[in-house]
């Protein structure tokens, strides 16, 4: 995280002390523009958390298709649908001991929010076709360039979702908020 302004200080503190809490930490929402650094945010939590050994599971909420991200995130069971010749962990179950990013949280549909509302409250995935339930022991971090307080207002994500992901929240401010780190990142 290069930079001397006092916001990129600021970020550094919050990171190590974010970090600090390990795998017992809350889900860490993080809000900024495109290209202001929140996927490099996020895997620097992960780092200072668990070093490089913990799984990283990074997810392009709005690169899924969505046809098939339950069964990507949740994972399934065999013949939980025509072409499920064997069962497949989801991403969350990959992910045990480790973080998952959700890059562009703003992206997911509501159906697909009720169901990652699920494993935030209660910290259990349930694979697709499966009666049982699977811990998902992870530290979750999201990240979004939308407003997701219009979103909610909008009827276009879930208020409930809002606030189970909004309990520790970054804001990145962007580059031209903070032009002493221009020459830094230029170098």
Same mark, same amino acid.
């Given at each position: 995280?290069?930079?001397? !302004?006092?916001? &990129? ?11 600090? *809490?390990? !795998? @017992? #930490? ?7 523009? $495109?290209? /202001? ?9 992960? #780092? ?12 392009? =909420? ?8 339950? !069964? ?6 065999? !013949? %939980? ?32 929010? &009720?169901? *990652?509302?699920?494993?935030?409250? #209660?910290? @259990?995935?349930?694979?697709?076709? #499966?009666? $049982?339930?699977?811990?998902?022991? /992870? =530290?979750?971090? %999201? %990240?979004?360039? /939308? ?13 409930? *979702? +809002? +606030?189970?992901?909004?309990?520790? $929240? ?11 780190? /221009?020459?830094? *990142?230029?170098?």
């Amino acid at each position: 995280i290069l930079g001397d !302004s006092r916001a &990129t200080q600021h970020l550094r503190d919050q990171i190590q002390k974010f970090g600090a *809490l390990g !795998s @017992t #930490s809350p889900p860490i929402l993080i809000i900024g523009e $495109t290209g /202001v650094g929140k996927g490099l945010v996020a895997r620097a939590i992960h #780092s200072a958390r668990f070093g490089s050994d913990a799984p990283w599971i990074d997810i392009n =909420c709005a690169a899924l298709p969505k046809n098939l991200i339950e !069964s990507e995130l949740f994972g399934f069971e065999r !013949s %939980a649908f025509t072409d499920a010749k064997q069962a497949k962990p989801g991403l969350f179950e990959a992910a045990a001991g480790g973080t998952v990013f959700l890059d562009e949280i703003g992206e997911l549909d509501l159906e697909i929010q &009720t169901k *990652l509302l699920k494993v935030v409250e #209660s910290g @259990t995935v349930r694979r697709l076709g #499966s009666v $049982t339930e699977r811990p998902a022991r /992870v =530290c979750l971090i %999201a %990240a979004t360039n /939308v407003d997701l307080r219009r979103m909610m207002q909008d009827g276009g994500f879930r208020e409930d *979702l +809002y +606030y189970r992901l909004n309990v520790i $929240t970054i804001q990145l401010p962007a580059l031209r908020e903070r032009k002493e780190d /221009v020459p830094p *990142l230029v170098q």
